[in-house]
């Protein structure tokens, strides 16, 4: 019998996949919905101080290879979330309650807000590619991100991971000062600042212009953050970033991830995307001798 379950920080996991941030995340009926798709955990939409539309359309288009978004963080702000939680209280999988702010004190209150609504752990963003004063502003600053995962971790008493961008010159210096703050994780990676053009319109297609890029395509770049950040941080990592099969979150478990998450995939491969990536994960594992995940986090750094 092989096992996948698995444990980030206090959090047991009865399988290593995650619903993403931003996807069928901001209303109860949709995450529970993801649950009942087989999803061992989920992230919530990153929720922020005060109800925010997000930016005009477009905000989202399909390309060949991947999706690009620019969304503009809508959200209901933390008070109206709450409410949102309150009917996912009898579920039992981990919500993790994703939070961004300009600065320390909106990240700790937000915390402190999530942690009472009943989220079981925080992740926090700090790695929008296209949100000013917020994301990657932050994120790519780690004495910022140092500071603000102290400031939280002090706050609150569930786990707290950070997540953390691809457009940075060096994810690991983050990674590592994300730990130094006492986060209990790492997520790698949100999406890649991208563009796309219409030659016909002789513009670019989103709104906002520059967007995040989703999708099969930036796989590789995630499993190379990974890889990266596991050679030299001790705290578990969330791998994420085109995942559609077992085999691809199996390579991100060799990469490093104790767990992964998925987003796009549930556009490219609906709900029963994490049921059937259990189902190839569990497939492979047995036909090369593997009964527990934890014998396979981390093996191709050999
Ligand atoms: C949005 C995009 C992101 O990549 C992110 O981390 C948070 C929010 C957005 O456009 O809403």
Known sequence: MVSLTTNLASLTLSNPTILASGIMDEDAGSMKRILHGGAGAIVTKSIGMKPQEGYPNPTLVELEHGMLNAMGLPNPGIEAFGEELQSLKKVNAPIIGSIFGADISEFTALAKKMQDHGTHALELNMSCPHAKGYGVEIGSDAARVKTIT?????????????????????????????????????????????????IELQMPVLANKRGGYSGSAIKPIGIRCVYDIFEQVDIPIIGVGGILTGKDALEYLMAGATAVQIGSGVYYHELTIFNNICQEMKQWMNAHGYSNIHEVIGVAHQ
């Not at 786990?159 to 000062?177: E, G």
């Open 150 to 198: 102290a400031a939280v971790k002090n706050a609150v008493t569930i786990p707290i991971f950070v997540k953390l961008s691809p457009n940075l010159t060096d994810i690991v210096s983050i990674a590592k000062a994300a730990e130094q703050g006492g986060a209990d994780g790492i997520v790698a990676i949100n999406t890649v600042k991208a563009m796309k053009i219409d």
